[in-house]
């Protein structure tokens, strides 16, 4: 699929969401709820820091990279310039994000180790496809759409790309290796998120959710209908119903899985012996202040 660049404007800005908007809710957040309500709520309600994983400053540079690669002429998207990216890349994130600096010490033979292994993910990246033959119309791109009169429901998609008679492929890119079940059905999730917003803000039901895997150099293609997304639909906003309950009530359990073991939160879990901080006094997110800020940097979920 070749696109063309796209410049209009479809998702609604923070100053643009109506006055019926009651919350906002991120692909990345329902799938804390779905997966554990208790992490959820420590992320969400409780704001507790989390500090990056090596896994995560990866996910997140080579998200970089690859947004990068594309501002070159389309016969300079080559193996050797998105390695010469690596490099600068991490120092823009390091200075744009302090806390990443924390990951290696000065001189650090593992700092050098992990710009290696990200350069690897890009080879992964130019397994499966050739940059060369594409136009992105969207990078990195927040779109936003509101379900139920009260609910936005807002995320980053990686690419977008639009063919073109109008067909819409999400890409998405995954630096972990091919999932397993319980991994699949979070990517699948997300990717579906984002489908739903288009097609309500775009009229139009994208034809290929695109996974890439550039450990494992895989292709996950999923197609949904218009009938499918609409059952999603029902599903986000019962998720949320679902969220406001718990808020009510004071009431996020946790939901132990084979999760729990990449979990910053496990001191505070009753799983593991912790307890979890008082419930703040003010539990209520402001929309427009979710809405503004990013959901879930790039590779975070990776």
Do not use: N
Not at 101 to 114: H, Q, R, S, V
């Amino acid at each position: 699929m070749t696109a063309e660049p796209v410049t209009t404007q479809h998702s609604p800005t923070p100053t643009d969401v109506p006055a019926t908007v009651r919350a906002s809710l991120s692909p990345s957040r329902a799938a804390d709820f779905k997966t554990c309500p208790l992490l959820y709520r420590l992320r969400s309600i409780d704001r507790l820091p989390e500090r990056p994983t090596v896994e995560q400053a990866r996910g997140t540079l080579v998200h970089a990279v690859l947004e990068r690669l594309f501002d070159l002429p389309a016969a300079g998207r080559t193996p050797t310039a998105a390695g010469d990216l690596v490099a600068p890349q991490w120092d823009r994130l390091v200075t744009e994000q302090p806390e990443l600096a924390a990951l290696f010490a000065d001189g650090d033979p593992a700092a050098t180790e992990f710009l290696r292994s990200a350069a690897g993910l890009l080879e992964g990246y130019f397994a499966v496809e050739d940059p060369r033959r594409l136009e992105p119309a969207e990078r990195e791109s927040l779109i936003s759409a509101v379900v139920d009169e009260e609910l936005l429901i807002r995320g980053y998609v990686d690419r977008l790309d639009v063919a073109p008679d109008g067909a819409l492929r999400v890409v998405d890119y995954k630096t972990g290796g091919a999932p397993r079940e319980a991994f699949e059905a979070r990517a699948l999730f997300q990717l579906k998120f984002y489908a739903l917003v288009l097609w309500r803000t775009r009229g139009v039901v994208p034809r290929v959710l695109r996974l890439l895997y550039l450990k494992d150099s895989e292709v996950c293609d999923y197609a949904p209908d218009a009938d499918e997304l609409l059952r999603f639909e029902r599903t986000v906003v019962a998720l949320w119903r679902a969220i406001e309950q718990a808020t009510a009530q004071q009431d996020f359990r946790p939901r132990p899985s084979r999760l729990c073991d990449w979990c910053s939160h496990q001191a505070l879990c009753p799983t593991f012996g912790g307890t979890p901080p008082p419930f703040p006094t003010q539990a209520t997110p402001d929309p427009l202040r979710d809405a503004r800020s990013r959901p879930t940097p790039p590779g975070a979920d990776e």
